[in-house]
């Protein structure tokens, strides 16, 4: 491989190591807590590179560090350390793997894995008028978000993007002399090929190879215009009043879960709201408000109507007088332009909701919703919200809308098991250094080095919220057993939104482990793929597929660990 200068040519995989300038920038992602100290990066342009890259990996593991793991990075949008960690030896960027367009030799369109969702969303609309129904955070890479199962503001009118998934090209690596490239199609003759392919529809990154280019086949044509709105309640109509609150949030999951009853309220009868997509901003209180994101198709001619009647019977204006959506809430900036209703043209309304926000340190949990919050929740949501005790504004659980056209897909039809959900909660806590604590005049990584409590109250917090809003099933949202005696309103984790406290004997006491959550049913068939294709598990961090007969091990202290014996519990 070749060490060389920003300014050279192609010349092949391209080794960044420390010294050069753009080590500090290649050996982190977007979330500030995870840094890694790596030999070298490597930026790969081709698949030929990421099969140079892997060679070289794996003969260096031959001549003394096998005991270092090799990761990948697209978009650089892991929420935990699976691709920067101190155990890192090696990570392979494919970023610049960015080329979307259609394959005759395929009869497909593709998308490699470094486009990222806003790079994949012009060139296939440009191009074709056709779009994956990925997410709305412009800068995720394709090789993470479509493996874990991507979703985005199409979803719940076309489904995932995995529905659309025809084919995967994966550099795999069956021993340790070599790795190879592998097209599995979902038409594969061979089972292994099946495999391998199904479970790169949600089975989630960095298990069985390196993904280097997706083909879809009949992507859906999305809506010539959408409209949108972007509204906000003042946290001070609710401070006093938690019932208006929780009337609020339970008319919310009223609906949804409605729409996939046939009961809820008379709207859904007399309208098809499918094409609805929602993202409800329930802020931490310092943050003044909770916000409110909206997008329909606009081209139908009752578009206006209902989403006016969906407003006045979730928020009627006479008790939940709108404002405009003028502060940052999490990944969303301000959206003042949408406080009224804003019909444009897909393309550009995408462009203008297309937030990912700045880097900055975050911890994140997951929760799918198939029915309405209970009266505990309702209330935990509150009390956590308005905590005196934790005045962080950029704070917040996001409840998405779900469901519709992803649950008319089987469980077992692609890797994403859940299949029946109605909300798709996202817990999120962002915050910055804050302080010089090794005293070099900065702020920066260093500093939650020298003082680890930087990172505590935020993570104090968030373990809290999630784990009294699921104290009755053991910390976490659980997953129905198929002859499950009571009713229960969750459905496990979202593999793409990771959270290694999951693996916490102390904060998950429900019995089921991470990977159920994750996966459900769906697990063993992902484990029969990695024992084929990463039989050696070179492929691995804290929460990747075990091989089959194989346990997560666990340190003195109880705390989950990787392959290697590293505790997953640090926390910058």
């Known amino acids: 491989m070749t060490t060389a200068s920003a300014a050279s040519g192609p010349v092949g995989p391209i080794e960044v190591g420390p010294g050069d300038a753009r080590y500090e920038a290649l050996r982190r ?21 990421v099969v140079a890259a892997l060679g070289a990996f794996l003969t260096r593991a031959d001549a003394g560090s096998s005991s270092s793991r090799v990761s990948v990075r697209s978009g650089g949008h892991c929420y935990e350390d699976f691709v920067c960690a101190d155990d890192v030896a090696v990570i392979i960027d494919v ?8 394959d005759p030799a395929m009869d497909a369109y593709c998308v490699e894995a470094g ?26 890479g394709a090789g993470g978000h479509i493996s874990g199962g991507g979703f985005g503001l199409l979803s719940r009118l076309h489904g995932l993007t995995v529905d659309y998934l025809h084919a995967v090209e994966v550099v795999t690596v069956r021993d340790l ?22 479970a790169h529809t949600g089975g989630g990154g960095g298990n069985f190879g390196v993904v280097t280019r997706y083909w879809f086949r009949g992507l859906p044509q999305p809506p010539a215009q959408v409209l949108t709105r972007a509204l906000s309640w003042e946290w001070g109509i609710f401070k006093d009043d938690p019932g208006k609150f929780k009337d609020l949030v339970r008319r919310y999951g009223e609906f949804f879960e409605g729409e996939r009853t046939g009961e809820g309220p008379e709207l859904l009868r007399e309208f098809d709201f499918r094409d609805l997509f929602t993202l409800l901003k329930l802020t931490n209180h310092t943050a003044g408000k909770v916000g409110l994101v909206l997008q329909l198709d606009g081209t139908r001619e009752d578009s206006i109507d209902r989403l006016n009647r969906f407003l006045d019977w979730l928020a009627p204006e006479d008790a939940y007088p709108q404002t405009p959506f003028d502060v940052q809430m999490g990944e969303h900036q301000a959206l003042y332009e949408h406080y009224i209703p804003t019909r444009l043209p897909w393309l550009t309304a995408t462009q203008n909701l ?8 975050g911890k994140y949990k997951s929760a799918y919703h198939t029915a309405n919050f209970t009266e505990d929740q309702l209330d935990t949501i509150f009390v956590r919200l308005t905590d005196e005790a934790y005045t962080n504004d950029q704070a917040l659980l996001q409840v998405d809308s779900y469901g519709g056209r992803i649950n008319d897909v089987d469980p077992a039809d692609t890797a994403v098991p859940q299949r029946s959900s109605v909300l798709k909660l996202q817990y999120q806590s962002y915050w910055t250094w804050g302080e010089d604590a090794n005293r070099d005049g900065v702020y920066d990584y260093q500093d939650a080095l020298a003082d680890p409590d930087i990172a505590e109250p935020h993570l104090n917090w968030i373990r809290g919220f999630y784990e009294e809003m699921y104290g009755a099933t053991g910390g976490v949202p659980v997953v129905p057993a198929p002859d499950q005696p009571e009713e229960l309103n969750t459905d496990g984790c979202y593999v793409n939104y990771p959270d290694v406290d999951l693996g916490d004997p102390d904060l998950n006491t429900s019995g089921q482990p991470w990977h159920h959550l994750y996966y459900g049913a769906n697990y063993p068939r992902l484990q029969h793929a990695k024992a084929y294709w990463d039989p050696r598990n070179v492929f691995r961090h804290a929460q990747s597929i075990r091989l089959p007969g194989t346990e ?4 003195s202290q109880g705390a989950a660990t990787d392959q290697l014996g590293n505790s997953r519990r640090s926390e910058p």
């Open 552 to 555: 997560q091990p666990r340190n």
């Open 95 to 102: 970023s610049t793997m960015n080329g979307v367009y259609y």
């Open 29 to 49: 992602g977007f979330n500030q807590r995870w840094i890694a100290s790596p030999d070298y990066i490597v930026v790969a342009s081709s698949t030929a590179d």
């Open 354 to 361: 297309n937030g990912s926000g700045p880097s900055r340190c």
């Open 177 to 198: 002399t070599h790795a190879e490239v592998t097209v599995a199609r979902k038409d594969s003759p061979e089972p292994a090929l099946r495999d391998l392919w199904w």
């Open 115 to 140: 486009a990222t969702n806003w790079h994949t969303v012009t060139q296939l609309y440009h191009r074709s008028g056709l779009a994956v129904p990925g997410g709305s955070c412009y800068s995720v």
